[in-house]
């Protein structure tokens, strides 16, 4: 799952949304550390279509890797660290 081609590429993602100020810049009105990021901005980041960003973070989203929020129009991702640490121990414990 996080070993394929594809696999880098979400992996990268984890790692940007681990300090999204660093990687992303502020919005208008919002940091990326106080809301998340949009696919837009991942897919600007990646130099791939928003739709191809929007389909590694939604498979995130459904491992429970990232949260979302929506504001308005747009939808935010943030890392679920609580929900990271979990897998991360289980892979440490061996399933």
């Not at 696999?7 to 940007?16: P, S």
């Not at 919005?27 to 998340?36: E, N, S, V, Y």
């Not at 640490?85 to 061996?94: C, H, L, T």
Request: aromatic content about 8%; glycine content about 8%; overall charge positive.
């Amino acid at each position: 799952m996080m070993g394929t081609p594809s696999g880098g590429m979400r992996h990268t993602i984890l790692e940007w949304l681990k300090d999204p100020s660093a990687h992303f810049p502020a919005g208008r009105r919002r940091a990326p550390a106080d809301t998340g990021v949009t696919a837009r901005a991942v897919a600007a980041k990646l130099g791939v279509p928003r739709r191809t960003a929007l389909a590694h973070l939604d498979f995130l989203t459904r491992l429970g890797l990232l949260r979302t929020r929506r504001i308005r129009c747009r939808t935010y991702y943030r890392r679920d660290e609580i929900r990271i640490a979990e897998v991360a121990r289980m892979f440490e414990k061996g399933w």
